[in-house]
């Protein structure tokens, strides 16, 4: 049975840094595309982040280039999300995602095992 567990959300003041991980059991991690979405409260999931199945490759939302970096250590079955430079607009509930497509997708659609979800707060 495949597991995604995220950890690492909480409270944070604007400006400053959250890493959120996410651990993967029950699949051949390294046959799959990894992803971070959010969501917040009546609004539809977004893309944030996906890396490749190598960690060669990585896609990026246009509101969190520069600022978030997504790794994932395949020995590990973990992905990662670094978020620095926090906004109050990054407040949401983040994801976990795995995909067996080949390439990076954006659309959750896309996306066949989710985690719960972690809840990162950014006060201002």
């Known amino acids: 049975q495949v597991q995604l567990v995220e950890s690492g959300g909480g409270l944070v003041q604007a400006g400053g840094s959250l890493r959120l991980s996410c651990a993967a059991s029950g699949v051949t991690f390294s046959s799959y595309v990894m992803g971070w979405f959010r969501q917040t409260a009546g609004k539809e999931r977004e893309f944030v982040a996906a890396?490749?199945?190598?960690?060669?490759?990585?896609s990026y939302a246009d509101s969190v280039k520069g600022r978030f970096t997504i790794s994932r250590d395949n020995a590990k079955k973990m992905v990662y999300l670094q978020m620095n430079s926090l906004k109050p607009e990054d407040a949401a509930v983040y994801y976990c995602?795995?995909?067996?497509?080949?390439?990076?997708?954006?659309?959750?659609?896309?996306?066949?095992?989710w985690g719960q979800g972690t809840q990162v707060t950014v006060s201002s």
């Open positions: 890396i490749n199945r190598s960690g060669g490759s990585t």
């Open positions: 995602t795995a995909s067996l497509r080949i390439i990076i997708a954006t659309s959750p659609n896309l996306y066949d095992y």
